[in-house]
């Protein structure tokens, strides 16, 4: 697997050299825009609303709206006075309780492997990390973006996981209907309860769940490839609807 990173963490004065992999990959698939005559991709033009003229690469500068219609374009120079210096370095700053950080703080999940094997200090941040069960809350830049974010051991290594910052994530009191829930009756508790019992599991599996989607579609490109017909056909579902939500629940049981 190819490193996108290769640095250190930094903890008190103790130095880790380390290197920095996806963890996750995703396999979505990518459709193009075509001419629906020819199958021949789409280009877009760089327009510009103002003369509905095309705008030339050399011309084109980014900026920010600051007001409806206005916008800053920032120089080279005052860009580079503010961008987060490179690092090589993920500097920690506290230790949590596993327990401690809200799932919606997460947002990408990197792999933490040793610059080189049998790598001793690795091995025992790892192992301390374990056996304490706390989770390392450090600072890095990467790819000219600061990130904080959390370090903990995982499986036969270290999974390093950005977070969001707090002032990016939604108040879910922003979310419509939820200050009006309705009174929840003991009989609707009951079959509640009694559905997710049966519905229960102790083991997690993610292995169960697939992305038929992305199977079938493959199945179709692989036939596609060969110049074979593609016929579509769906399977039909019988959808039971119930208004009541006790019979629901009982209907579910069933």
Not at 35 to 51: A, L
Not at 173 to 178: N, P, Q
Not at 226 to 245: C, F, H, M, P, Q
């Amino acid at each position: 697997m190819k490193s996108i990173w290769n640095g250190s963490i930094s903890f008190g004065l103790v130095n880790i050299p380390v290197k920095l992999y996806s963890a996750i990959e995703s396999k979505a698939f990518s459709f193009r825009m075509l001419d629906k005559k020819s199958n021949s991709p789409i280009k877009y033009k760089r327009i510009s609303e103002k003369t509905g003229k095309e705008v030339p690469w050399p011309d084109i500068v980014k900026g920010i709206e600051i007001s409806k219609g206005k916008f800053f374009v920032p120089t080279k120079e005052q860009l580079e006075a503010i961008k987060p210096e490179k690092s090589d370095t993920i500097d920690i700053v506290e230790f949590v309780d596993q327990d401690q950080i809200d799932p919606v703080y997460f947002n990408s999940h990197y792999y933490i492997g040793p610059a080189k094997e049998k790598e001793k200090t690795y091995f025992l941040f790892r192992e301390i990390l374990q056996t304490t069960a706390r989770t390392a809350l450090g600072r890095f830049v990467m790819r000219e973006k600061e990130y904080v974010c959390t370090i903990k051991a995982y499986k036969e290594g270290l999974l390093l996981t950005t977070l969001n910052y707090s002032y990016e994530v939604r108040d879910i009191k922003s979310v419509d209907a939820l200050q009006s829930a309705p009174k929840i009756g003991e009989p609707e508790l009951k079959l509640a309860h009694e559905l997710i019992n049966k519905l229960y599991n102790t083991q997690f599996n993610i292995e169960q769940f697939k992305d038929t989607f992305a199977e079938e579609m493959e199945k179709i490109m692989k036939k596609a490839a060969k110049g074979e017909v593609i016929e579509a056909s769906k399977a039909t579902k019988k959808v039971r609807k119930e208004d009541n939500l006790i019979a629901a629940l009982k209907a579910s049981l069933d």
